[in-house]
């Protein structure tokens, strides 16, 4: 018997990779390039499958921080037992490639037991480095190809405590030759931008103690500054300064201030629990800044859970009603539409394309149209039968996600397979 693959097979093999190659792109940071949840590069299947094809699982360790990738690699930020882990894997096969890992020994607060004791803070890939801040507020630098660790820094000394109540979630920013954290704990912390190379501090705000939300970059009044929710705030500071803009006061029971702040056409959108979503015009006058309310919609609310834009509308998930995905008009804040109640406890928005997805807590994967006039499901998967609070990264018709302690990669489509 002829045991070799056939010229044809070999070619639809090949091709398979390119398209796959073509499309796919890099998911270096918390919520993806723009740190935003949206990636344009997708290709909608013509039909959805009943399934997904599991291309590999491999075990990680614990913790909710979302998986990243960069070229054809995949890092991870875990635990396992009293060391948080960084972990470079094939995004191929899901072999591991690296690992470097440190003590990290902490005590979680009773009321976040059920997350477990972390990390939940995102990593984030530039310039052939990694970085992370695990839950204590341990902030490292790694060498992305060998995982050699170049800079670690341990804020014990400058601050009381090193974490909010309920852990570091806020996930790191590289901008330029600046790595941007927010460490330190409640009352007593400082959003810092330091040497992203030596770790050196440039400039840091010690205005409020961290909240749970990551910051992102916006340009308002063609100022470049950092945006974020601190503990008892929204705010922005200089990008090269570090000097605070403009402050919006905000706090929710518990300074529960989780949500990533949306940035659209000379506005910041956020919400916190209880709390509803508002949208706030930025500019400056002379030199002042003005932070004006456009609107407040009481209708829906956004805990744990960071939306997503696509044109003038604003998808994400409300708490409300034990969760509800729901769609809302950017412009006026009109509730374009809300789904059923009792959805889950949370969910992961991520936008590509036309298409939307929607991974909740409990281990099933939602796929649904871009409508701003009701929910359409196009798709449902269970894809872990852990629980799922870390963001998915989707690119071309791979899907990676990591549940309770393994990371999956998903296909909506299975590569042609190389006859014997």
Not at 71 to 86: H, S
Not at 159 to 186: H, M, N, R, W, Y
Not at 333 to 344: E, I, N, S
Request: glycine fraction near 8%; include cysteine.
């Amino acid at each position: 018997m002829n045991r070799r693959p056939t010229l044809l097979v070999l070619l639809l093999v090949a091709l398979w990779a390119a398209a796959g190659s073509a499309l796919a792109a890099d998911w270096p940071q918390w919520r993806g390039p723009a740190r935003d949840g949206t990636l344009q590069k997708f290709k909608v299947p013509q039909a959805w499958p009943k399934e997904l094809d599991r291309s590999w699982q491999v075990e990680v360790g614990l913790g909710h921080a979302s998986p990243v990738v960069v070229g054809q690699r995949v890092y991870a930020f875990t635990r396992r037992d009293d060391e948080e882990v960084i972990g470079c894997f094939s995004l191929a096969d899901g072999k591991e490639i690296w690992h470097q890992s440190y003590p990290a020994p902490y005590k979680v607060n009773e009321a976040a037991a059920a997350h477990g004791k972390g990390p939940k803070s995102t990593p984030a890939v530039a310039d052939g480095r990694v970085y992370t801040l695990g839950i204590s507020g341990i902030l490292s630098c790694w060498d992305a190809e060998k995982g050699t660790r170049r800079w670690q820094k341990v804020f014990s000394k400058q601050f009381k405590q090193t974490s909010p109540a309920f852990g570091t979630e806020t996930s790191p920013l590289i901008d330029g030759d600046k790595c941007i954290v927010f460490v330190g704990g409640p009352g007593q912390g400082a959003l810092m931008a330091l040497d992203a190379q030596s770790g050196e501090t440039k400039w840091s705000w010690d205005g409020d103690g961290p909240g749970y939300a990551s910051p992102v970059i916006g340009v308002f009044s063609d100022v470049r500054q950092i945006v974020t929710q601190s503990q008892t705030a929204c705010i922005g500071v200089d990008e090269e300064t570090g000097a605070l803009l403009w402050k919006i006061p905000f706090t929710t029971d518990y300074e529960q201030n989780i949500v990533t702040p949306v940035l659209y056409d000379e506005s910041v959108i956020f919400s916190g629990y209880n709390k509803g979503v508002g949208r706030y015009r930025v500019e400056k006058q002379g030199d002042d800044w003005r932070t004006d309310e456009m609107w407040v919609n009481k209708e829906v609310s956004l805990h744990m859970s960071s939306p997503v834009t696509s044109g003038e509308r604003l998808f994400g998930f409300s708490h409300r009603q034990k969760g509800q995905l729901f769609a809302l008009d950017m412009t006026t804040g009109k509730t374009l539409w809300v789904d059923k109640p009792r959805l889950a406890d949370n969910a992961a928005i991520v936008r590509t394309g036309s298409v939307l997805w929607a991974l909740i807590s409990s281990g099933d994967l939602i796929v649904y149209r871009d409508s701003e006039k009701q929910f359409e499901q196009l798709a449902r998967y269970k894809v872990s039968d852990t629980p799922t609070w870390a963001t998915p990264v989707i690119s071309s018709s791979r899907i990676l996600v990591k549940d309770e302690s393994r990371l999956t990669l998903w296909r909506l489509e299975t590569a042609p397979k190389v006859a014997e």
